[in-house]
């Protein structure tokens, strides 16, 4: 049996080739190598089956070189480029009656090869791997004619079992490894796809509702006003309400710019001490009216270099969201931090909490627990504004405990140094 063992052990070097190329492929998360570096690995293939050959006489050699030549030519259509390398390097192991037979086999099918190819892609999944294995039969079939004419004294049963079972399993394990990685590829193309277009459906939709509902609100408005005997304080009111609506509907906008453009209009120096007592003044009615109580603890110093209007709204919508996480009232601490590159701003909540689930699609766009009462932007936002700003996000939660969020931004003097 010893064509049989070599085979074997030619399978298994093709088999944990394919695994490292398989994991390879996995870790880099692309499917397009070049062509030549394919052609390349197949080369490296056919070299590695004609030296773990087994050769009883010097003019026969057995080996597993029909797999890649099958492979190659068939899924990639180098089919003509590998058997011009094979007779190459055969060619190194002498000039002898065995590169003759192999002459005579290996350049028809080169040549079938050739027409073969696109017409092989054309098949179902299924059919391929069928294809290929039926190719692997048939040279096998003839490969134990040639050893028959010029037979090795080897025992019959070795080489029919060597050739006419081992390369047709390898060729079906490798085709049907191909096509399971093809087709989970499409799966996960098909899937990104379908992912954009529902996300491109709700933000057109969401943009609908949301600036169809003020615009119908101020054409209404609109309509009264053309009643000439409307009496003058109605009209200034009918007015500033349709002036609200369009500011709403303008409101909407933005928050859509932010996401898909951050832009910083203005950088200054602020002074997030500073910044972050307005914030709190400009909230704390709406706290006191959920009897959440603030507690502040500030460092001295804290520069950073930024947006302030986007500054404001980043800060606004996260502690709007915590004063929400806590209906029946509990403690906001709002505490900074400094150090050489970062000054960090730490806001913790004894609210509501996230589970691991929520805490993950945090910051999706319409990602909203509230319902009606939410639009799932706010985070969306917050992170757009802090990714602009060169800033960190990091967020702890635990259900019925309260969230923290960490925002890490870098200091003035760290960004001089860059
Ligand atoms: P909205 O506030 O309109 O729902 P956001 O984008 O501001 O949208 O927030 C998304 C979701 O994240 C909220 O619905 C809520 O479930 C969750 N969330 C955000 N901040 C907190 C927090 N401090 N505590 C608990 N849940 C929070
Ligand atoms: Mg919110």
Known sequence: MEITKHLFLNLSILIILLLFCLIWLDRSRKFNISKTAIIIIFILLLWICLQFSYSPVPFARYDLRIIPIVIGGLYLGIGLILVAVMLIIRLFYGFDSGLIGTLLLYVPLAIAFFRLSPW????????????????GIILGILTTGAEFINYTGNPWFDVLFAYLVIPPLGIGL???????????VELNHQLIKVEKLKAVEQMGAAISHEIRNPLTAASGFVQLLNDEYLPRHKRKEYLSIVKEELNSAERVIQDYLTFAKPSLVSIEELNVKNELKQIISILTPIANQNSVEI????????????DRQ??????????????????NGGQLYIETHFSQDYVTICIRDTGIGMTSEQLERLGEPYYSTKGKNGTGLGMMVVYSIVRAMNGFIRVESEIETGTTFYIKFPTITSLKKK
């Open 295 to 306: 507690i502040t603890d500030f460092s001295v110093i804290g520069f950073i270099k930024g």
């Open 120 to 135: 092989f892609w054309k098949q179902s999944s299924d059919r391929r791997i069928s294809i290929a294995i039926c190719l």
């Open 174 to 184: 490798i085709a049907y490894s191909i096509e399971y990685i093809k087709k989970s």
């Open 310 to 327: 986007r500054f404001r709204q980043c800060f606004i919508n996260i502690l709007k969201n915590a004063v929400e996480a806590m209906p």
